[in-house]
Each structure stands twice: as structure tokens, then as C-alpha cells.
């Protein structure tokens, strides 16, 4: 029997770019240079954290396994190590990294 679309779970997007620490209006009352200097800080910051954790569908993308295999595995248990931050789930680069190396083989007969 076929599952109607609402049935069916929905990926998590993907991190998007946070709002800004300091209120527009704020931030313009700071030098230029100073905005500068923080704009690019908080930049830097949020590329570290696109690179560093991922979504269900990214961390499908970089492992070139379905999102929905990902999902079967939380439940059924045997995949990568993942955090539940909210109704988030995250996945670290170096958690996938590890759990891929776990299944590398050197003949057909391991």
C-alpha cells in the first residue's frame, strides 16, 4: 500500500545563516573598521560550523547514501554517531569519516 505525501518524513534543511549578534541599527553606530573586523569574524565562525556539522540531507550527499538510509539507521541502530539538538538532528564530518573507514576492506574475501 502506497503512503500518501504527508505520511512520508521530512528531510531537515539545511543550517542556514544565523541572524545577526548585534541589531542592525547597532551595528551601525560601530566604526567601519570595527564592522569589518566583525562581520568577517562572524563569517568565519559560520563556515567552520557549515563544514564541521551537517544536516540529514548534506551528511547523505557526503557519504553518497540516501537521507532516508540515514534515518532507517538511527532507528534500526549500526549508523554514524549523530546529535539531537532539538528536533535538529547533526552530524559531525569526523563522526561520518570514522564510520565510513569502519567499513573499508582490502579483498573480496573479508
Known amino acids: 500500500m502506497r503512503k500518501n505525501k504527508q505520511d512520508r ?3 531537515e534543511e539545511p543550517l542556514r545563516n544565523p541572524e545577526p549578534i548585534l541589531p ?8 567601519e573598521e570595527i564592522q569589518a573586523i566583525f562581520a568577517a569574524a562572524q563569517k568565519a565562525a559560520w563556515e567552520a560550523l557549515q563544514s564541521f556539522y551537517m544536516a540529514t540531507q548534506e551528511a547523505g550527499t557526503y557519504t553518497k547514501l540516501s537521507p532516508r538510509w540515514l534515518e532507517e539507521l538511527r532507528v534500526l541502530g ?3 554517531l549523530y546529535l539531537k539538538v532539538g528536533k535538529r538532528v547533526l552530524y559531525r564530518k569526523d563522526h561520518l569519516d570514522e564510520w565510513l573507514a569502519a567499513f573499508q576492506c582490502q579483498s573480496t574475501a573479508e
Open 78 to 80: 549500526g549508523g554514524p
Open 24 to 31: 542592525d541599527a547597532t551595528f551601525r553606530l560601530l566604526p
Open 9 to 11: 518524513p521530512k528531510f
